[in-house]
């Protein structure tokens, strides 16, 4: 099965409400809110990260509009260095290219899925459906009660923040 095919399964097997969206290509959040005609702050931005301390890869998963706060995500997690997954690390863990990774851990992929908390608070998410021309509009909190993170907690800079170094 696909990334895709075990989403909409899992969403049809859970008995929850989604509409699956066709759209022009877009590879970037703020490219799939424009082609979608959705907010930014309702994507389900998803970043495979490689994090040190022997965790290894998670995804972690915002709203479209936001940045992780370095800070933030290394205090909560525990961990001294994180990076971006490289597009040979994010095929062999997701088989999916950037810009198509849905925001889901176990069971779709098998990395731990952790959740912004501004993200989470939304009435509606629309996320990638392991594609870049197809997406899923759905209440987050289906999406949570499904996706199952493993914490969901602050982790992105303050609206209006400056980029602050890593």
Same mark, same amino acid.
């Given at each position: 099965?696909?990334?895709?095919? %075990?989403?909409l399964?899992?969403?049809?097997?859970?008995?929850?409400s989604?509409?699956?969206?066709?759209?022009?290509?877009?590879?970037?959040?703020?490219?799939?809110?424009?082609?979608?005609? *959705?907010?930014? $702050?309702?994507?389900?931005?998803?970043?495979?990260?490689?994090? !040190?301390?022997?965790? /290894?890869?998670?995804?972690? $998963?915002?709203?479209?509009? %936001?940045?992780?706060?370095?800070? %933030?995500l &290394?205090?909560? =997690?525990?961990? #001294? #260095?994180?990076?971006?997954?490289?597009?040979?690390? =994010?095929?062999?863990? *997701?088989? =999916?290219? &950037?810009?198509?990774?849905?925001?889901?851990?176990?069971?779709?992929? !098998?990395?731990?899925?952790?959740? !912004?908390?501004? #993200? $989470?608070?939304?009435? *509606?998410?629309?996320?990638? =459906?392991?594609?870049?021309?197809?997406?899923?509009?759905?209440?987050?909190?289906?999406?949570?009660?499904?996706?199952?993170? &493993?914490?969901?907690?602050?982790?992105?800079?303050? #609206? /209006?923040?400056?980029?602050?170094?890593?």
């Amino acid at each position: 099965m696909t990334p895709a095919d %075990r989403i909409l399964a899992l969403l049809t097997e859970r008995g929850v409400s989604f509409e699956v969206l066709e759209h022009p290509h877009a590879t970037t959040a703020l490219e799939a809110a424009s082609a979608r005609g *959705t907010p930014p $702050a309702w994507g389900g931005k998803s970043i495979v990260m490689k994090l !040190d301390r022997g965790i /290894g890869f998670v995804v972690v $998963a915002m709203g479209g509009d %936001r940045q992780v706060d370095n800070r %933030r995500l &290394r205090a909560h =997690l525990g961990v #001294r #260095r994180y990076r971006f997954a490289t597009e040979e690390e =994010l095929m062999a863990q *997701t088989g =999916l290219r &950037r810009g198509a990774v849905p925001p889901f851990g176990h069971p779709v992929f !098998d990395l731990p899925l952790y959740v !912004d908390a501004d #993200r $989470a608070a939304t009435e *509606t998410i629309v996320f990638s =459906l392991a594609s870049h021309t197809r997406s899923v509009r759905m209440a987050t909190a289906d999406w949570l009660a499904v996706a199952a993170p &493993r914490d969901v907690f602050a982790l992105c800079k303050d #609206r /209006g923040d400056s980029p602050r170094p890593a």
